[in-house]
Every structure is written in C-alpha cells, then in structure tokens.
C-alpha cells in the first residue's frame, strides 16, 4: 500500500481521524505480515515468505481460480503470479486444469500445505486465547469489523463514482 499521509495544521478532526486510520491500516498490515514471518521462522520453514503463507492459509480446504484469490481478498498484491509459481515449485499448492475450462487453472493446498496452515492456525488459537485474556474483546473486534466494512463500502463507492464521495450533486 505505501501510502504516505502527511498532516496539515489545517485539517477537520474527521479528515485527521480519516487519514490516522488509513495510515494505522497500512502499518497493521505491515506488522501482522511480520507476525507471520516470525512464526514461519519459527518452524525452521525457509521455502515460503510471509505473504506466501497467508495467501497459503486463506485458501485453507478451498479449491480456486487465480482470480478468485483477488477477488475474495485473499491477496492484496500485484505479483499473485509469482507467489503462486514459488509455492508450487515449493511443493506447498497443487496446480490443476479445470475439467470446463481447460484455460482455467484450479489450485488446492498439497498436504505439505496443509501442515503450514495447521501451525498457522494453531498459531491464530494462541494469539485468539492470549487476547481474550483482556486487551481486546470479541465485541471489540466486531465494531472493528462494522468500521472496517463502511469503510470498505465507502471506497467501492469511491471507485464507482457515487455522488456522496465524490462531492457531486447528481
């Protein structure tokens, strides 16, 4: 994402809270991506980057198209490609041509992959357990979440040219 922010003395509280939030966003991702790598490191796993094994967990039992893993948000970024080749040649998912679609590509976890995603997930379980001792409640993370998907909403509406984003009278 790299989106670099910079404060004006001149902003409204609701555009300062606006622009904090994206750039919290952003540094969330960032840091959640180095959680991942220091439990993949933990394991002794060299083959497989951060990136790699979250597109590798969020596949988990399912069997998709490349595309789906955009579109599900299942990979935020643009190389999906290259990701995807290095965790086959890696022997951590199974590339196979749809039946309907020659042209179409299926991928589904090996049982390599599978063990990765098991310690991903267990990971996930302590990280779950260890917040419930507190710092962050289940209610906590659903208005997180509510949050999250109106300003989700609002961007599709930014992309599509809604009038109420875009300052426009219709």
């Known amino acids: ?50 990136v790699q094994a979250l ?3 969020n596949i988990g039992d399912e069997e998709l198209t490349v595309g789906e893993l955009s579109h599900r948000g299942y990979y935020l970024g643009s190389n999906v490609s290259y990701n995807l080749r290095k965790m086959v ?18 991928i589904k976890l ?18 779950a357990a260890s917040l419930q001792t507190g710092l962050i409640s289940a209610a906590d993370f659903s208005a997180i979440s509510g949050t999250m998907n109106k300003l989700e909403r609002f961007w599709v509406g930014a992309l599509q040219g809604s009038p109420q984003v875009s300052g426009s009278a219709a």
């Open 55 to 57: 597109i590798l967990y």
């Open 89 to 106: 040649e890696n022997g951590y998912i199974v590339p196979e041509r749809s039946t309907r679609d020659r042209r179409s590509i299926h």
């Open 110 to 127: 090996s049982p390599k992959g599978r063990v990765l995603w098991r310690h991903l997930d267990m990971m996930f379980d302590r990280q």
């Open 1 to 50: 994402m790299n989106v670099m922010l910079n404060s004006q003395s001149n902003e409204t509280p609701m555009k300062s809270a606006y622009l904090d939030s994206i750039k919290l966003i952003e540094r969330m991702h960032r840091q959640f991506l180095e959680v991942i790598r220091l439990e993949v490191d933990r394991l002794g796993i060299r083959d497989i980057n951060n």
